[in-house]
Nanobody, 118 residues
Framework: QVQLVESGGGLVQAGGSLRLSCTAS????????MGWYRQPPGKQRELVAV???????NYADSVKGRFTISRDNAKNTVYLQMNSLKPEDTAVYYC????????????WGQGTQVTVSS
């Protein structure tokens, strides 16, 4: 069982930046992938960014060029650096992880609120 804890959310003006952190209860070195999802108000949850084994990263089109996912294995932590934030980035952001490739993300954090004001 893997537990994930997010932090770093908050209120920021449009154009500003935030960095989210997700710390796992186990070494993340052997996890196949970790990622960030978000759920905007009144919308479906969507995948934002993925950091997979081998250093492979992928991003949703809506955040490419603005968000960066990174990982620090020594700290068992994955980060989401969010720059040039827009009001439409407002959402609850969730950290997720999986142990095996091509499987659903079955470990989830509690979520952290990000609010971007215009």
């Amino acid at each position: 069982q893997v537990q994930l804890v997010e932090s770093g959310g908050g209120l920021v003006q449009a154009g500003g930046s935030l960095r989210l952190s997700c710390t796992a209860s186990v070494s993340i070195f052997r996890l196949n992938a970790m990622g960030w999802y978000r759920q905007p108000p009144g919308k479906q949850r969507e995948l934002v960014a993925v950091f997979a084994s081998g250093g492979i990263t992928n991003y949703a089109d809506s955040v490419k060029g603005r968000f960066t996912i990174s990982r620090d294995n020594a700290k068992n932590t994955v980060y989401l650096q969010m720059n040039s934030l827009k009001p439409e980035d407002t959402a609850v952001y969730y950290c997720a992880a999986r142990e095996l490739r091509l499987t659903p993300y079955d470990y989830w954090g509690q979520g952290t609120q990000v609010t971007v004001s215009s």
